[in-house]
């Protein structure tokens, strides 16, 4: 039998055992068609798809790099690089590959919406929200687009949209750890508390050691004003998933109002660890130490933050370089969401300014601002109420 035709059989071969998901298997066949030949078309795709279904991404992604080079208009293997991507939150190269393959594979529901998850994770909920369109527009049965766009418009306020996908995403697939998080988290943003705690409740059951899901209902204790409960699923989340630089703020915040200050600033330095480029464990930190009577590190943070975007005015006021009128004015925008939520910090930071300063019917003021004006969702609302307790005053 001719080389070619040996490796041709090596390569059928292994594609009928990665069929069977017996993956070491066809690795060892398609090993061999390598040695014969090793530029035979479609060989490295089929090594990548191997592996990474095997889970050795760094392996897989040299396989898919072989065969760009030398078959680029190979769809799959743009496809299965950029899923590896994303899993690995390597946005800014995912989005590129999944574009390649949806340009090689228009009809293809899935890579819509993987990129649609992609776009989800980068922020914008728009390009996410028309890729998981297109996806159920070719396969209406997709839990997966549902979901993704449930979650897309729950980030953009649209809770009616967002609950509606949610539930058609658990109809067609109700082993989803991932989406019952996300349905209890839009269910305690309408203020339907029991609903979340019973998605929630649901979630880790599916999967116990889903940090998301402790997180999710940590922040719903969170914004209950119930800091105790919050303190415990933040310490789960972590647990879980101890790279996740949110975590550590939020139980930071929950922290400080359940009076550990110490704790607390610990773990606002661990989340600037993890993001020196994050303004508000900055600023949390800063909070912290001026009511512990304790020396600021905000000088020395401020150096790795943008100053020249929000919330670099709440910045300079906390280091005296400008005054609570520039803050406020500082917070006005065109966008109406970006102006609501610069408007709630804007209030709150500048009640904490009004604290230091003494002035404490300024500082009810201000924090009954916020705490009346804030979007629900927004940590300083929380904060606001906390604050206005600390004080004696009703929120």
């Known amino acids: 039998m001719s080389g070619n035709n040996l490796a041709r059989v090596h390569i059928l071969r292994g594609h009928a055992l990665f069929s069977k998901n017996e993956f070491d298997l066809a690795l060892v066949d398609l090993e061999e068609t390598a040695r014969i030949a090793p530029n035979f078309s479609g060989l490295h795709f089929a090594m990548g798809e ?64 993987l990129r649609g998850e992609a776009f989800l994770r980068k922020g914008d909920s728009v390009h996410a929200i028309d890729d998981f369109n297109e996806a159920i527009r070719l396969d209406p049965q997709n839990a997966t687009a549902y ?85 415990s699923d933040f310490d789960e989340a972590i647990r879980f998933d101890p790279k996740d630089a949110e975590y550590y703020l939020n139980r930071g915040i929950a922290r400080f109002f359940s009076g550990d200050v110490s704790a607390a600033r610990a773990d606002f330095i661990r989340e600037r660890e993890l993001d020196p480029k994050d303004a508000y ?32 005015p709440v910045i300079r006021a906390l280091l005296r370089q400008t005054t609570t009128a520039d803050t406020l004015a500082s917070a006005a925008d065109a966008d109406e969401k970006k102006r609501m939520d610069q408007t709630c910090e804007a209030n709150f930071y500048s009640g904490e300014m009004a604290l230091r300063q003494k002035d404490k019917a300024e500082a009810m003021r201000l924090f009954r601002r916020a705490a009346d004006g804030c979007p629900k969702y927004n940590i300083e609302a929380v904060a606001a109420r906390a604050e206005l307790k600390i004080l004696g005053a009703a929120p």
Do not use: C
Request: aromatic residues 12%; proline residues 5%.
């Open 147 to 231: 979901g993704g766009r449930g979650f897309a418009y729950a980030r953009t306020d649209y809770l009616a949209r967002a609950l509606a996908d949610l539930n058609e995403s658990i109809r067609l697939d109700p082993q989803n750890s991932e989406v019952h998080w996300g349905r209890g988290f839009a269910y305690a943003q309408n203020d339907d508390f029991d609903r979340a705690l019973a998605d929630f409740k649901e979630s880790l059951r599916l999967n116990p050691q889903n940090a998301a899901a402790y997180y999710a209902r940590g922040v719903a204790y969170f914004r209950r004003d119930d800091f105790s409960a919050a303190i």
């Open 281 to 312: 464990p900055a600023i949390w930190d800063d909070i912290a130490a001026r009511h512990n009577g304790e020396a600021s590190r905000l000088p020395e943070a401020a150096s790795a933050i943008d100053m020249t975007a929000w919330p670099a």
């Open 50 to 113: 191997a592996l990474r279904l095997k889970g050795d991404y760094a392996k897989a992604v040299d396989q898919y790099n072989e065969a760009v080079r030398l078959e680029p208009e190979t769809g799959g293997s743009y496809f299965g690089r950029g899923a590896i991507y994303l899993s690995q939150g390597d946005l800014d190269r995912a989005v590129p590959d999944l574009s390649s393959a949806i340009r090689h594979f228009p009809n293809f529901a899935p890579v819509y919406a």
